[in-house]
Nanobody, 125 residues
Framework: QVQLVESGGGLVQAGGSLRLSCAASGRAFSSYAMGWFRRAPGKEREFVAAISWSNGVTTNYADSVKGRFTFSRDNVKNTVYLQMNSLKPEDTAVYSC?????????????????WGQGTQVTVSS
């Protein structure tokens, strides 16, 4: 069983930065690949980024965030981070982290077993 708690959301102007955190409780955190997803108002939840288990050597990103967002993990702190730079109004959404006990992450939300409650990110123009 893994419990996930996100933090770090807030209100930021376009062009600004935020760093989201997702803290995990439970055992064997390094045995989980992790993902970030977001849901904008009136839209379906969409994939943002994923990171592999262990040392997180493999990451992948949605085209819409590639080059602006960076996903990393700290297995000592049982935490993953999403550094978001050059934010745009269209990045406004509730961001949720997810975990799957598998070597690599996935862009399909159905592949994840555990979810956090989410944190709101609002980017003003």
């Amino acid at each position: 069983q893994v419990q996930l708690v996100e933090s770090g959301g807030g209100l930021v102007q376009a062009g600004g930065s935020l760093r989201l955190s997702c803290a995990a409780s439970g055992r064997a955190f390094s045995s989980y690949a992790m993902g970030w997803f977001r849901r904008a108002p009136g839209k379906e939840r969409e994939f943002v980024a994923a990171i592999s288990w262990s040392n997180g050597v493999t990451t992948n990103y949605a085209d819409s965030v590639k080059g602006r967002f960076t996903f990393s993990r700290d297995n000592v702190k049982n935490t993953v981070y999403l550094q978001m730079n050059s934010l745009k109004p269209e990045d406004t959404a509730v961001y949720s982290c997810a975990a799957r006990r598998f070597p690599v992450g996935s862009s399909d939300l159905r592949d994840y077993d555990y979810w956090g409650q989410g944190t709101q990110v609002t980017v003003s123009s």
